[in-house]
């Protein structure tokens, strides 16, 4: 059973760091990346950054510069270091796990989020 599971959420002033963690047990077949996506307060879901099995990382604009996705692949966690918080950060963060599938790449495994709230 393939379980994710965040931490590192919290409540930080505009302009401070946080870094999420995303611990990944379980075994994936065909696995071809992993990701961070938000859901802010009244907003859709977002793909905030992801991270392919090759290394390819991608970042939404509103993130770039600030944000950083890296993996550990001996402990099987994903990371988001995010600095110089907005207020506009505030959401619940998402770490997801793709798989193939008729040769497409699908974030099929979800952990439970963890709340990033930034005041000004």
């Known amino acids: 059973q393939v379980q994710l599971v965040e931490s590192g959420g919290g409540s930080v002033q505009a302009g401070r760091s946080l870094e999420l963690s995303c611990a990944v047990s379980g075994y994936i077949e065909k696995p071809c990346g992993m990701g961070w996506y938000r859901q802010g307060p009244g907003k859709q879901r977002e793909v905030v950054s992801t991270?392919?099995?090759?290394?390819?990382?991608t970042y939404a604009d509103s993130v770039k510069g600030r944000f950083t996705i890296s993996q550990d692949d001996a402990n099987k966690t994903l990371y988001l270091q995010m600095n110089s918080l907005k207020t506009e950060d505030t959401a619940v963060y998402y770490c997801?796990?793709?798989?193939?599938?008729?040769?497409?790449?699908?974030?099929?495994?979800w952990g439970q989020g963890t709340q990033v709230t930034v005041s000004s």
């Open positions: 991270l392919s099995s090759d290394g390819a990382a």
């Open positions: 997801a796990a793709s798989q193939l599938r008729g040769g497409l790449c699908f974030s099929v495994y």
